[in-house]
């Protein structure tokens, strides 16, 4: 088996609300807080909480204690959804008459760049 990896360019981004598809958070909708393209992992609000055990700092003014915190999630595992038709979507790639490159709902062909 190679070892090598295959870097797909990740269809979501900061500020994209998604959708849970699989996994202990499965069917919550959130907006992602992080992406990290590098492990192809994103973060989503209130999603797939982990507890973050957490030692007092007094300088940097941290409590210690528990803390939840949202853990990596695979982007394989959420879908963007849609804000045009609301509905968790498939991404495509269209380019403006300007040529500027946008993404766009492959239901409904809203883009979803502003
Ligand atoms: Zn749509």
């Known amino acids: 088996m190679s070892e090598q990896q295959t870097i797909r360019p990740i269809g979501i981004r900061h500020g994209d609300t998604v959708k849970v598809m699989s996994g202990r958070s499965k069917g919550k909708t959130g907006k992602v807080l992080s992406v990290d393209p590098a492990k192809g992992t994103v973060t989503v609000e209130r999603a797939n909480i982990i507890k973050r055990h957490t030692r007092a700092n ?18 394989s595992n959420v ?24 993404r766009v709902c492959r239901r409904c ?4 760049e502003h």
Do not use: W, Y
């Open 58 to 75: 007094p300088s940097k003014n941290v409590r210690g204690g528990i803390l939840d915190k949202e853990g990596p999630i695979h982007v």
């Open 79 to 102: 879908m963007l959804v849609c804000p045009g038709c609301g509905k968790h979507t498939r991404v495509g790639h269209t380019a403006l008459p300007d040529g500027t490159k946008v």
């Open 109 to 112: 062909n809203q883009a979803f």
